[in-house]
C-alpha cells in the first residue's frame, strides 16, 4: 500500500449505548484507500459498513459510548478536529456521501437546484447565482434535465432523485465520496443507468469513492477494490478483480456461492445461521461459528494476514501462501 | 398483553410514576370504603339533610384537627342529655305534677368558648305549660341564672339570644360571658367542672318533660368540618371520590374507546362513511363545549347521567379522531392488512383485531390523562350550580362554599380547600402515572 | 481442514419432472382499471393498471412474472387473490368464472390461494404471537376446534422448519429474524392448504446469505404439495431457480411470455433484452465497460404511449408502426410469445402498408 493514500484509517472504533448493551458497530477497524480508486464495501445486514461510513464522516447517533481511532485525509488526522472545525472544513468540501435511499432523503420544500446549490453556498462561501449556476452544471453532468432546477422533489421520479442525490454530493468536488446502496432502491434498468453515469462520474473525476453495498453484483460494477466486512471487522480487503475470480476468506467464499447466476447453471448455497450480534460479539474469529473450516486456532481472534498483498483475516492463511484447494 | 405488563414493569421504575399510583390507590381505597361505610342511598338522604339529621352539629366550623396546630384550642360540641350516664335527674313530686331536677356537669378545657348553648325542651302537657329554671355553676363556684321560662310543646332555648341573661352578665354576650373568667381584664375562658341545673316544674298528672337536653355546639367538628347547613362534610368529601373517580374513568375510557371505533370504522370503509364521520366530528369540533352544557343543564336536566352521555358524546367526536385517523390511514396500508384480506378475512375483523390492537398502546397514555380532565370538567360544573342537584360531590361543596356560604370572604378555607385539595390529589395522580406511561409507550420522549 | 465438498448439479426443472397438470388458472384479456377522481368528484382518467393480460396457468407449474415497479404486476397480482375487482376480462379457477362467485365462493377461493408477501416483518401483525398470526386463517375459514388448529399450526411450521414450535410460537414477529419471519408468512400462506401460492418479491428484502435459503424451502414446498406459483420478481437472476416459463410484465402488459431457458438464452423482444443486460453476475469484467440499457423511466400508467407502450425508450423503434399500431401477439418459435412488431413474419408487408396509410 502505497503511503500516499488520500484516507488512512487506523483502529477505528465506534460503540454506541442502546437499552440492550454496548453495540460495537465498528470494532478496531484499519484502512486505507489510495487517490482515484474506487472501494466496495460488501456485507450483510448489520455488518457495520454503514456505521463504518458514518464514523469516517462523524455522522454519530446521540448515545455513542465510544468514538476513536484516527482518521487521515490527505495526511491531516480529521478526528483531531473539533465538531465545528470538522463541519466547516470536511464534511462536504472534502467528503461526501450518498446516504441510503438518498431520493427519499431530499427536501421536500426545497426545489432540487437549491438544495445542489446549497453545500456551495454554505461551504464554499458562493453567491446564490453562482452557485446555482454550477447545479445547472452539475445537473447536467448527471443526466437531469436542466429545467428540472426548480422542480421539488416529489416531481421526479425515483431515479432522477437519486440522480439530484448524487449530483449534491458531487457538488463541492470533494476527494472523496461515500456512497452507501446507491441503487438498492430503484428499479432494474434504473439502476444500470445510475450504474453507468457512476462508471463515467469515477473516470471523470480524480476523487476516490467508497461504495457501500450488499448486492454482490452491483459492487462487481464499479470495485477497483473489494473489501468485505462481517460483524464489524473488515475480513477481506484486495483487488476486485481476483476477489471475483477466487475470493480467499470462508465468510467471502460463501457469499459469492450465495449469489444466484443468471448466465451460469450454478447451485447457489446459502450459509447457514445468523450474523452474530454487535452486541456482544464472540471472542476469537467472529465467522468461525458458521465455517465450513472451523479449527482450534479459530478461537483466538486472526490478525490480517498478507497474500501478494491481498489482506485476509483468517488463520487458514496464516503461512502466507493461497490455499490449493479453496 | 406482553406489551401491557412490560409497560407496567417499565413504569415502576420511574419514581413519579410510582407516587402517582400510590396517589391512585388510595383514592380506590376512599372510594371502596366509603362505598360500605355510608350506602349510597344514605348518602343521598344525609346530604339532603335538615335540622333532624344535622341539628346537633355546629355551624360551619373547621375539622377537628385544626386544634393540633393551634395555640388556643377550639371546642369540641358537648351534648348533655337526661340519659346520660353522669346527669343527676331528681324526680320529685310536686303540688300538681312533678319536679324534674338535672344536673349535668361537664369538663371544659378548651380556650374558647362554644359556639351557643342550647337547652331543647320536649314536653307533654294538656293545658298548662311546665315552667323551667336554668341554673349555671362556674368550676370557681359562681352561680348564675341563666333562664327562667314556661315551656310548651317543643321549645329551644338559645343562650345567644337571650338578652335578659345578656344584661345580667353584664352587657357581654351570654356564650363568652357564661364561660368568661371573672378575674382578668381580658375575655377569656375559664377551664374546669362547669355544672348546669335544670330545674322544671309540671303542674298536671300526666305532664312529662321528656327531653331537656343541653347542646353546647363546638367550634370544630368531625374529620372535615361541617357548613351552614350543619351538615358534616364527611359525606361529600368521601362520596365524591367514586363519584369523581367513576366520571372521569368512564368519560374518558368510553371516548376514548369510541373515537378509536369511530376512527378506525371510518378509515376502512373509506367513502362516505369516512366523509360522514369527519363532518360530524369538524362540527362538533366547533361547538363551543360548556356553553352547550350550560344551556343543556340549564333547559333539560342537571342529573350527572345526562351530563356525562353530552361529554362523553361531543369529546368522542373531536381532535381525537382526526389524530387516530392519521394513524390508522398509516397503518391501513400495512402488508399485514392486506394479507389479512388475501386469506378472506371479514371487514370487522380487520377493524377490530388488527387495527386497534396496533394503536392501543398509544391510548393507554391519553387514556390516563384525560381522567382528570373529566374530573375537573365535573367539579367545573357543579361550582357554576350545574351540577347533580343531590349528588355530593367535591364541586358540590365548592358551590356552596363560595357561592352559598361566602366562605373565602367569611374565612372559612377549610370548605373550600378540602374538595379542592382532593381534585388536585387526583388530577396529580392521574397525571404522574400519565407521563410516565406517555414516556414508556413514546420512546422518543425518554430523554426528556 | 478439507473442505466438505459440495455437489455442484444442474438445477432440478422445479415441476419434479411429474409436467404441469390440469389447468388451474386461466385469465383472458384481463383489465384492471383505477379511476382517478379529481377532488373526489370528476372524472380525470383512469390508471390503467393492468391492461389486456392472458395466461393460463396449470397444477404443479411455476411461473414468473418479472417487471420494475410500476408495471402493474402488484395489481396484477391482487386481482388474482381477489382483493381487487376486474374492470374487465375474466379469471377461470378450476373451471369456474369467479365474477360469478357468491360470497362464500369468495372465502372458499382466498383459502385455496396463498399469499407470500415481500416485507416478511410488516406482513406479520406485531401485537400478536406467532401462533396466533398462523391460527387467524383457520378462525378466519371456520376452523372451531382449537385443538385442531394448534394441530394444523405444527404441522405447517414443520414443513417451513421452524422448530421446535414450542420455541417459536409464544414469541412476538420482532423476536425473530428477517428469514424466520419470512417462513412464518409462508406457514401462513400453507396453512389453508392452497392449491396456488402467489409470492411477490419473497425474498427481497433478506439478506444474500437468506435469499437462496427461503427460495429453496418455497421450491420444496412446491414439489412436495404439487402447488403452482407465481412468484412475481425483478430480480431475474433467481428465476433460474424457480420456474419454468417466464412472463415479463411492461406498462400494464405481458411482452413477453417464454419457458425459462428459451428466454435467456434468446430473448426476443427488447425490454426483455434490456433486462438481461441489465443483470450482472459477480464478475470484475462490468467494471471495464458500460451496460447497454435504454434510458429512460417505466411509463405512467395513466397516460401510456400509444401503441407498443415501450417505443420511447426502444433501441429497435420504428416509426410509423411501433408508434402507431399495437402490436399482436406473435410466436417466433413454438410456445413463445412475444408482443414486438420486429417478430411479424410479414414485417415488410406491414411496414409498406403502414406507409402507405400515412400518405
Avoid at chain 1, 445537473?139 to 432546477?149: A, M, Q, W
Avoid at chain 1, 448455497?269 to 467472529?286: A, H, M, N, T, Y
Avoid at chain 2, 339532603?48 to 384537627?65: A, C, F, L, M
Avoid at chain 2, 377490530?352 to 396496533?358: E, T
Wanted: charged share 20%; net charge neutral; glycine share 6%.
Amino acid at each position: 500500500m502505497e503511503n500516499n493514500a488520500l484516507l488512512n484509517v487506523e483502529g477505528l472504533k465506534l460503540y454506541f449505548r442502546t437499552s440492550r448493551g454496548t453495540v460495537q458497530a465498528v470494532d478496531d477497524v484499519d484502512f486505507k484507500l489510495p487517490k482515484h480508486e474506487a472501494v466496495v464495501f460488501i456485507g450483510e445486514s448489520g455488518c457495520g459498513k454503514t456505521s463504518f461510513a458514518k464514523a469516517i464522516l462523524r455522522l454519530l447517533p446521540r448515545n455513542v459510548l465510544e468514538y476513536s481511532g484516527r482518521v487521515y485525509l490527505n495526511e491531516q488526522d480529521t478526528m483531531q478536529m473539533d465538531d465545528d472545525e470538522f463541519r466547516n472544513k470536511v464534511r462536504w468540501v472534502r467528503m461526501s456521501m450518498v446516504p441510503q435511499a438518498a431520493m427519499n432523503s431530499l427536501n421536500p420544500v426545497l426545489k432540487v437546484g437549491d438544495q445542489v446549490a446549497e453545500p456551495l453556498i454554505i461551504h464554499l462561501d458562493l453567491t446564490k447565482a453562482e452557485a446555482l449556476e454550477r447545479s445547472k452544471e452539475m445537473f447536467k453532468k448527471v443526466g437531469v434535465p436542466v429545467d428540472f432546477l426548480n422542480r421539488y422533489a416529489f416531481e421526479l421520479s425515483g431515479g432522477m432523485r437519486q440522480r439530484v442525490a448524487i449530483a449534491m454530493a458531487l457538488i463541492t468536488n470533494p476527494e472523496l465520496i461515500i456512497m452507501d446502496e446507491p441503487t438498492s432502491a430503484l428499479d432494474l434498468l434504473t439502476q444500470a443507468n445510475i450504474m453507468n453515469l457512476l462508471k463515467r462520474i469515477k473516470k471523470e473525476t480524480d476523487a476516490s469513492f467508497i461504495l457501500i453495498t450488499h448486492d454482490i453484483a452491483t459492487s462487481s460494477e464499479l470495485a477497483d477494490r473489494v473489501i468485505v466486512m462481517y460483524a464489524g471487522q473488515i475480513v477481506e480487503d484486495g483487488d476486485a478483480k481476483r476477489f471475483f475470480e477466487k475470493p480467499l476468506h470462508p465468510y467471502s467464499q460463501k457469499l459469492m456461492a450465495s449469489v444466484p447466476r443468471l448466465r451460469e447453471i450454478v447451485e447457489p448455497e446459502f450459509i447457514v445461521g445468523q450474523p452474530p450480534s454487535l452486541i456482544d460479539p464472540p471472542k476469537g474469529c467472529r465467522f468461525a461459528a458458521r465455517c465450513p473450516f472451523v479449527f482450534d486456532k479459530c478461537k483466538q481472534d486472526p490478525p490480517m494476514f498478507n497474500i501478494n498483498e491481498r489482506l485476509v483475516k483468517c488463520w487458514l492463511y496464516e503461512s502466507g501462501k493461497e490455499r490449493a484447494d479453496a | 398483553m406482553q406489551n401491557l405488563k412490560n409497560g407496567f414493569k417499565l413504569l415502576l421504575k420511574y419514581p413519579s410514576a410510582v407516587v402517582g399510583i400510590l396517589l391512585i390507590l388510595m383514592l380506590f381505597a376512599i372510594s371502596i370504603y366509603t362505598i360500605f361505610a355510608i350506602p349510597y342511598n344514605t348518602a343521598i338522604d344525609l346530604w339532603r339533610g335538615g335540622e333532624t339529621v344535622w341539628g346537633h352539629n355546629p355551624k360551619v366550623v373547621p375539622p377537628v384537627w385544626v386544634n393540633w396546630w393551634r395555640a388556643s384550642k377550639l371546642p369540641e360540641t358537648i351534648i348533655l342529655t337526661m340519659e346520660d350516664e353522669n346527669a343527676l335527674v331528681e324526680r320529685k313530686p310536686s303540688t300538681a305534677g312533678e319536679n324534674l331536677i338535672i344536673t349535668y356537669t361537664f369538663d371544659f378545657q378548651a380556650d374558647e368558648v362554644p359556639q351557643d348553648m342550647i337547652i331543647n325542651f320536649a314536653a307533654k302537657y294538656t293545658n298548662r305549660s311546665p315552667f323551667v329554671s336554668v341554673f349555671w355553676t362556674t368550676p370557681d363556684g359562681r352561680e348564675i341564672r341563666v333562664t327562667e321560662q314556661g315551656i310548651t310543646f317543643t321549645t329551644s332555648y338559645r343562650a345567644i339570644q337571650d338578652e335578659k341573661l345578656k344584661r345580667r352578665l353584664g352587657g357581654i354576650s351570654p356564650d363568652l360571658a357564661l364561660f368568661d373568667n371573672p378575674d382578668t381584664e381580658e375575655i377569656d375562658v375559664l377551664k374546669g367542672t362547669y355544672k348546669i341545673v335544670i330545674d322544671a316544674l309540671t303542674f298536671e298528672e300526666d305532664s312529662v318533660i321528656t327531653k331537656a337536653e343541653v347542646l353546647l355546639h363546638g367550634k370544630v367538628y368531625g374529620w372535615f368540618g361541617t357548613d351552614t347547613q350543619r351538615r358534616d362534610l364527611t359525606v361529600a368529601i368521601l362520596w365524591g371520590t367514586p363519584i369523581a373517580l367513576a366520571f372521569g374513568l368512564t368519560a374518558s375510557f368510553g371516548t376514548a374507546v369510541f373515537s378509536m371505533i369511530f376512527a378506525a370504522v371510518g378509515v376502512w370503509y373509506g367513502g362516505w362513511v369516512d366523509e360522514l364521520i369527519q363532518r360530524i366530528t369538524e362540527v362538533s369540533i366547533n361547538l363551543p363545549f360548556l356553553s352547550l352544557l350550560i344551556m343543556i343543564g340549564t333547559f333539560y336536566s342537571r342529573s350527572i347521567w345526562t351530563i356525562l352521555l353530552v361529554t362523553v358524546v361531543l369529546t368522542i367526536f373531536s381532535g381525537a379522531i382526526k389524530g387516530y385517523r392519521a394513524i390508522f390511514l398509516q397503518v391501513k396500508e400495512s402488508p399485514y392488512i392486506e394479507a389479512a384480506r388475501a386469506y378472506g378475512s371479514s371487514n370487522t375483523r380487520i377493524i377490530f383485531n388488527y387495527l386497534i390492537p396496533r394503536i392501543t398502546p398509544l391510548l393507554i397514555p391519553s387514556l390516563v390523562l384525560g381522567v382528570p380532565a373529566y374530573v375537573f370538567l365535573e367539579a367545573t360544573l357543579a361550582s357554576l350550580n350545574l351540577g347533580d342537584p343531590v349528588l355530593p360531590t367535591w364541586g358540590k361543596v365548592i358551590q356552596n362554599a363560595w357561592q352559598g356560604g361566602g366562605a373565602v370572604y367569611n374565612g372559612y378555607y377549610y370548605w373550600i380547600l378540602e374538595p379542592a385539595v382532593l381534585l388536585i390529589i387526583t388530577g396529580l395522580g392521574f397525571a404522574l402515572v400519565g407521563f410516565a406511561l406517555d414516556r414508556i409507550y413514546n420512546p422518543r420522549l425518554r430523554d426528556i | 481442514m478439507k473442505a466438505k465438498t459440495e455437489t455442484k448439479t444442474a438445477i432440478k426443472p422445479a415441476s419434479n419432472g411429474k409436467g404441469a397438470g390440469d389447468l388451474l388458472l386461466s385469465i383472458k384479456d384481463l383489465k384492471v382499471w383505477f379511476e382517478l377522481r379529481r377532488f373526489g368528484f370528476g372524472h380525470a382518467g383512469y390508471v390503467r393498471a393492468v391492461d389486456g393480460v392472458t395466461f393460463d396457468l396449470h397444477q404443479r407449474e411455476a411461473i414468473a412474472i418479472v417487471g420494475e415497479s410500476g408495471c402493474g404486476k402488484s395489481s396484477l397480482m391482487k386481482t388474482i387473490l381477489g382483493i381487487n375487482i376486474p374492470t374487465k376480462g375474466k379469471i377461470t379457477f378450476e373451471g369456474k368464472d369467479i365474477n360469478l362467485y357468491n360470497k362464500g365462493d369468495l372465502q372458499w377461493y382466498r383459502s385455496q390461494v396463498g399469499y407470500v408477501q415481500q416485507d416478511p416483518f410488516g406482513s406479520l401483525a406485531p401485537f400478536m404471537t406467532i401462533q396466533r398470526i398462523l391460527e387467524e386463517p383457520l378462525i378466519v375459514h371456520g376452523v372451531k376446534d382449537s385443538k385442531e388448529r394448534l394441530r394444523r399450526v405444527h404441522k405447517v411450521m414443520e414443513e417451513v422448519k421452524l422448530t421446535p414450535q414450542d420455541e417459536f410460537m409464544p414469541k412476538f414477529p420482532h423476536q425473530i429474524s428477517g428469514g424466520q419471519q419470512q417462513r412464518v408468512v409462508i406457514a401462513r400462506a400453507m396453512i389453508l392448504e392452497p392449491k396456488l401460492i402467489v409470492a411477490d418479491e419473497p425474498v427481497s428484502m433478506l439478506d444474500a446469505s437468506v435469499r437462496v435459503e427461503i427460495l429453496k424451502l418455497l421450491r420444496g414446498l412446491q414439489e412436495t404439495y404439487n402447488l403452482a406459483v407465481i412468484y412475481i420478481t425483478h430480480d431475474l437472476s433467481t428465476v433460474r431457480y424457480f420456474s419454468e416459463r417466464i412472463f415479463v410484465m411492461y406498462a400494464g402488459k405481458l411482452v413477453e411470455k417464454a419457458p425459462m431457458d428459451k428466454l435467456l438464452k434468446n430473448p426476443r423482444h427488447p425490454y426483455t433484452q434490456a433486462l438481461l443486460a441489465a443483470t450482472s453476475d459477480p464478475d470484475a469484467e462490468n467494471a471495464t465497460h458500460y451496460k447497454d440499457v435504454p434510458p429512460g423511466e417505466p411509463p405512467s400508467l395513466v397516460n401510456p404511449p400509444k401503441a407498443c407502450r415501450f417505443h420511447p425508450r426502444c433501441p429497435e423503434f420504428m416509426d410509423g408502426l411501433c408508434n402507431v399500431q399495437d402490436p399482436p401477439e406473435f410466436m417466433p418459435e413454438p410456445d413463445y410469445h412475444t408482443l414486438c412488431w420486429l417478430y411479424d413474419p410479414n414485417l415488410e408487408a406491414t411496414l409498406a402498408a403502414v406507409k402507405q396509410d400515412q400518405k
